[in-house]
C-alpha cells in the first residue's frame, strides 16, 4: 500500500467554491497535504487529466442493515446473515463514490469493528444502533391483527419510557454508537400508524436528547409533518430525517433551532416506481405517495428559510441500486454545486467531522474522481463505474 498519492492535471471541487480549482492534490498517510501548487514526488501518481476530483461522497441516511423491504423479514433474519448482507451493500456503497455513510437504524459495535480491520470493503461507517420506536410507532413491525412479539431490534427497537429510553441510549453510546436516532413520526413502509402524528412524548424525546447531549453527541428524528418536526425539535433534536411535509413556517422554525434537514429523495422516487413489483403493501404505497411530490418542495421551503440541507437516500433492500439516482434528483432541485455541497460539506458538518467532506489541507485523503466537470455537466456524478475512481484515505479502491 502506497503511502503518498498524487493526482495531477486534475480540476478540484473542493466540496464548498462555487468554482472548480486546479490541482495538484498530494495525500501522505491517508491526509491532504496540498492542494494546488507544483507537483510533489509520491509513491503513486495518478493522471486526471480531463477529470475533476471531488471530496468522497457522504450519505447521511444510508442503512447497511436495511436488507428487505419487509421490516418484519428483515428482523426475522439471523443478525449474522444481516450483517454478511451488510457487508455487500457497503461495498457497493464505496464503489459508487460514498467514502463515508452515517447509518441511522442499524449497525453495531461487530460490524464497526471489522470495518475499522479492514475485514471488508466499507466506507467510514458511522451507525447509531437500531433506532428507537414507541409501541406502535414507526419501526414496530407489527400488523394491526399480529400476535408476534416485536421484539427484535436489528434495525428498530420498541422502548416506552423515560427511563427505558435513558438506558438503551446510555447502552448505544457505551457501544460506541455515532448518535441517536428516533422514530418522531409515521412512516411508509410501517402498517399501523399515521404518517402525520408526532410519536413519542416530549419528555420521552427530551430524555433521549439529553442524554446525548451530554455525551457530546446529537439525536436524529424519523419525521415528516410540521407537526412531528416541531415537536422533535423543540425538544433537543438535531437532525430531521425526511421532512417531506415541510412547510415555510416549520422551516423557519428549523433554523432558528440550527436544525438541519437530511431529504431522502431517492427513497420515494424508486418506491413508487418499484414498489408495487417488489410486494410492498398497498397501504404503504399509499402513504408514499402522499409523501413523494412533497419532498421536493421540502427541500425548497428549507433552502429559502436558511435551514442546512444534507443528503441522504433511505434505501431498503434491492433499491440499494438507485443511489447514485438520489443524486441526480437532489440536483434537479438545487443545481450541481449546492447538491454536491450537501453531500460532501454539509453532510459533514452534520457529522461533526469537519476533516471530511473537503478537498483540503488536513482533510481525509477520501476522493472521487470523475470524468469531465460535473458542475457543467452533471449526469457524470451517475455515471456509471468505469467512469470514476474511489480513493479512501490515500488508496486508490
Same mark, same amino acid.
Given at each position: 500500500?502506497?503511502?503518498?498519492?498524487?493526482?495531477?492535471?486534475?480540476?478540484?471541487?473542493?466540496?464548498?467554491?462555487?468554482?472548480?480549482?486546479?490541482?495538484?492534490?498530494?495525500?501522505?498517510?491517508?491526509?491532504?497535504?496540498?492542494?494546488?501548487?507544483?507537483?510533489?514526488?509520491?509513491?503513486?501518481?495518478?493522471? %486526471?487529466?480531463?477529470?475533476?476530483?471531488?471530496?468522497?461522497?457522504?450519505?447521511?441516511?444510508?442503512?447497511?442493515?436495511?436488507?428487505?423491504?419487509?421490516?418484519?423479514?428483515?428482523?426475522?433474519?439471523?443478525?449474522?446473515?444481516?450483517?454478511?448482507?451488510?457487508?455487500?451493500?457497503?461495498?457497493?456503497?464505496?464503489?459508487?463514490?460514498?467514502?463515508?455513510?452515517r447509518d441511522p437504524s442499524g449497525g453495531d459495535a461487530g460490524l464497526a469493528?471489522?470495518?475499522?480491520?479492514?475485514?471488508?470493503?466499507?466506507?467510514?461507517?458511522?451507525?447509531?444502533?437500531?433506532?428507537?420506536?414507541?409501541?406502535?410507532?414507526?419501526?414496530?413491525?407489527?400488523?394491526?391483527?399480529?400476535?408476534?412479539?416485536?421484539?427484535?431490534?436489528?434495525?428498530?427497537?420498541?422502548?416506552?419510557?423515560?427511563?427505558?429510553?435513558?438506558?438503551?441510549?446510555?447502552?448505544?453510546?457505551?457501544?460506541?454508537?455515532?448518535?441517536?436516532?428516533?422514530?418522531?413520526?409515521?412512516?411508509?413502509?410501517?402498517?399501523?400508524?399515521?404518517?402525520?402524528?408526532?410519536?413519542?412524548?416530549?419528555?420521552?424525546? &427530551? %430524555?433521549?436528547?439529553?442524554?446525548?447531549?451530554?455525551?457530546?453527541?446529537?439525536?436524529?428524528?424519523?419525521?415528516?409533518?410540521?407537526?412531528?418536526?416541531?415537536?422533535?425539535?423543540?425538544?433537543?433534536?438535531?437532525?430531521?430525517?425526511?421532512?417531506?411535509?415541510?412547510?415555510?413556517?416549520?422551516?423557519?422554525?428549523?433554523?432558528? %433551532? =440550527?436544525?438541519?434537514?437530511?431529504?431522502?429523495? %431517492?427513497?420515494?422516487?424508486?418506491?413508487?416506481?418499484?414498489?408495487?413489483?417488489? =410486494?410492498?403493501?398497498?397501504?404503504?404505497?399509499?402513504?408514499?405517495?402522499?409523501?413523494?411530490?412533497?419532498?421536493?418542495?421540502?427541500?425548497?421551503?428549507?433552502?429559502?428559510?436558511?435551514? &442546512?440541507?444534507?443528503?441522504?437516500? !433511505?434505501?431498503?433492500?434491492?433499491?440499494? !441500486?438507485?443511489?447514485?439516482? =438520489?443524486?441526480?434528483?437532489?440536483?434537479?432541485?438545487?443545481?450541481?454545486?449546492?447538491?454536491?455541497?450537501?453531500?460532501?460539506?454539509?453532510?459533514?458538518?452534520?457529522?461533526?467531522?469537519p476533516d471530511l467532506g473537503r478537498v483540503r489541507e488536513g482533510c481525509a485523503? !477520501?476522493?472521487?474522481?470523475?470524468?469531465?466537470?460535473?458542475?457543467?455537466?452533471?449526469?457524470?456524478?451517475?455515471?456509471?463505474?468505469?467512469? &470514476?475512481?474511489?480513493?479512501?484515505?490515500?488508496?486508490?479502491?
Open positions: 500500500m502506497s503511502d503518498t498519492l498524487s493526482i495531477v492535471n486534475a480540476a478540484v471541487f473542493d466540496g464548498v467554491s462555487d468554482e472548480l480549482v486546479e490541482g495538484p492534490v498530494h495525500i501522505a498517510d491517508g491526509r491532504i497535504t496540498a492542494v494546488g501548487g507544483a507537483p510533489q514526488p509520491a509513491d503513486r501518481v495518478l493522471d %486526471a487529466r480531463g477529470r475533476t476530483v471531488l471530496p468522497g461522497l457522504i450519505d447521511a441516511h444510508c442503512h447497511a442493515y436495511g436488507i428487505d423491504l419487509d421490516l418484519l423479514a428483515l428482523e426475522s433474519r439471523p443478525l449474522s446473515y444481516v450483517a454478511l448482507a451488510a457487508a455487500r451493500r457497503l461495498a457497493a456503497a464505496l464503489a459508487r463514490g460514498f467514502t463515508t455513510v469493528r471489522a470495518i475499522a480491520e479492514g475485514l471488508l470493503p466499507s466506507p467510514r461507517y458511522l451507525w447509531t444502533g437500531p433506532a428507537l420506536s414507541q409501541t406502535g410507532g414507526h419501526g414496530d413491525v407489527r400488523a394491526a391483527d399480529s400476535e408476534v412479539c416485536g421484539c427484535s431490534s436489528h434495525s428498530v427497537e420498541v422502548v416506552d419510557g423515560v427511563d427505558p429510553l435513558r438506558r438503551a441510549v446510555r447502552d448505544r453510546f457505551r457501544r460506541g454508537a455515532h448518535a441517536i436516532k428516533i422514530m418522531a413520526s409515521g412512516g411508509v413502509v410501517s402498517l399501523t400508524d399515521p404518517i402525520r402524528i408526532p410519536q413519542y412524548s416530549a419528555e420521552e424525546v &427530551r %430524555a433521549v436528547t439529553d442524554e446525548a447531549n451530554r455525551r457530546g453527541s446529537y439525536v436524529a428524528a424519523h419525521a415528516y409533518s410540521p407537526e412531528a418536526i416541531r415537536h422533535a425539535i423543540g425538544n433537543g433534536v438535531r437532525s430531521i430525517e425526511h421532512g417531506n411535509l415541510l412547510d415555510a413556517g416549520t422551516a423557519a422554525a428549523m433554523a432558528a %433551532a =440550527g436544525a438541519f434537514l437530511v431529504p431522502t429523495l %431517492a427513497a420515494y422516487d424508486a418506491m413508487d416506481r418499484r414498489g408495487a413489483e417488489l =410486494g410492498m403493501a398497498p397501504v404503504s404505497q399509499q402513504k408514499n405517495r402522499e409523501v413523494l411530490d412533497a419532498g421536493r418542495r421540502a427541500v425548497e421551503l428549507a433552502r429559502a428559510a436558511g435551514v &442546512r440541507v444534507g443528503f441522504g437516500t !433511505d434505501l431498503m433492500g434491492v433499491l440499494e !441500486d438507485e443511489q447514485l439516482t =438520489g443524486l441526480r434528483l437532489q440536483v434537479e432541485v438545487d443545481g450541481p454545486v449546492t447538491a454536491l455541497r450537501s453531500a460532501t460539506s454539509v453532510n459533514a458538518d452534520l457529522l461533526g467531522r485523503g !477520501d476522493l472521487l474522481i470523475v470524468d469531465g466537470d460535473p458542475l457543467r455537466d452533471p449526469s457524470v456524478l451517475w455515471a456509471g463505474p468505469d467512469r &470514476r475512481t474511489v480513493v479512501q484515505g490515500g488508496v486508490v479502491r
